[in-house]
């Protein structure tokens, strides 16, 4: 990258809003690990983190879920380190056999939800006993991919506006960012 176009990364970070500190999103965390604890002890869960959003909320979540599971990863992009949504990509399918186990998705962010919903779906069809989904945000607005899409666990809900921090990315910078933001203007 130039230096003006870092300089511009730079100015994104100062000159944005912060939404939630990092002690409010390290608290929504830990709720968020109890109550997933709560409903998936006992069932010898599969929990994937979809990259690369993921990254950031999947390893926060994993050390507090004191229970027997496996945790892998699988990698869809739909936004490409852009700020608007395309087509699902498929970068990296999940290694892990699933089939007739419960499978939690943990993601960063459910904004429109084609990226859940498209995982959903492929997890139920190569035969999930149940699919559940974690995401550390939901975002606001009337834009769902379907009416009912909701995940089953949520950390924090966020304005309509465009957020990095926590795993979640500004072209590609900030998923560093140790709290949620939302980018000035936007
Ligand atoms: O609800 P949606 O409108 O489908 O958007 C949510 C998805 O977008 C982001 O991924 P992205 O495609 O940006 O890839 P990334 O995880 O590498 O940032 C985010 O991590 C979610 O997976
Ligand atoms: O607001 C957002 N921020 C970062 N990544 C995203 N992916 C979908 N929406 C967003």
């Given at each position: 990258?130039?230096?003006?176009?870092?300089?511009?990364?730079?100015?994104?970070?100062?000159?944005?809003?912060l939404?939630?500190?990092?002690?409010?999103?390290e608290?929504a965390?830990?709720?968020?690990?109890?109550?997933?604890s709560?409903?998936l002890?006992?069932?010898?869960?599969v929990?994937?983190?979809?990259?690369?959003g993921?990254?950031?909320?999947?390893?926060?979540l994993?050390?507090?879920?004191?229970f027997?599971?496996?945790?892998?990863?699988?990698?869809?992009?739909r936004?490409?380190n852009?700020?608007?949504g395309?087509?699902?990509?498929?970068?990296?399918?999940p290694?892990?056999?699933?089939?007739g186990r419960?499978?939690?998705?943990?993601?960063?962010i459910?904004d429109?939800?084609?990226t859940?919903?498209?995982?959903?779906?492929?997890c139920?069809?190569?035969?999930?006993?149940?699919v559940?989904t974690?995401?550390?945000?939901?975002?606001?607005h009337?834009?769902?991919?379907s009416e009912?899409l909701?995940?089953?666990?949520?950390g924090?809900?966020?304005e309509d506006r465009?957020i990095f921090?926590?795993?979640m990315?500004?072209?590609?910078?900030?998923?560093?960012?140790?709290?949620?933001?939302?980018?000035?203007?936007?």
């Amino acid at each position: 990258m130039s230096q003006t176009d870092i300089d511009h990364i730079k100015k994104i970070y100062i000159e944005a809003d912060l939404l939630y500190s990092e002690s409010e999103v390290e608290a929504a965390i830990n709720k968020m690990a109890a109550d997933i604890s709560a409903a998936l002890a006992e069932s010898d869960p599969v929990i994937f983190t979809i990259m690369n959003g993921g990254l950031v909320i999947g390893g926060k979540l994993l050390t507090k879920l004191n229970f027997p599971l496996e945790a892998g990863y699988m990698h869809a992009t739909r936004y490409r380190n852009t700020t608007s949504g395309h087509d699902l990509e498929w970068k990296v399918a999940p290694m892990i056999d699933f089939s007739g186990r419960p499978v939690l998705i943990v993601d960063d962010i459910l904004d429109e939800g084609h990226t859940l919903a498209e995982i959903i779906s492929f997890c139920h069809q190569k035969g999930a006993s149940s699919v559940q989904t974690a995401v550390l945000v939901n975002k606001l607005h009337d834009r769902k991919a379907s009416e009912d899409l909701k995940a089953d666990f949520v950390g924090l809900d966020v304005e309509d506006r465009y957020i990095f921090g926590y795993g979640m990315d500004y072209h590609g910078y900030w998923r560093n960012a140790p709290g949620i933001f939302a980018v000035k203007g936007k």
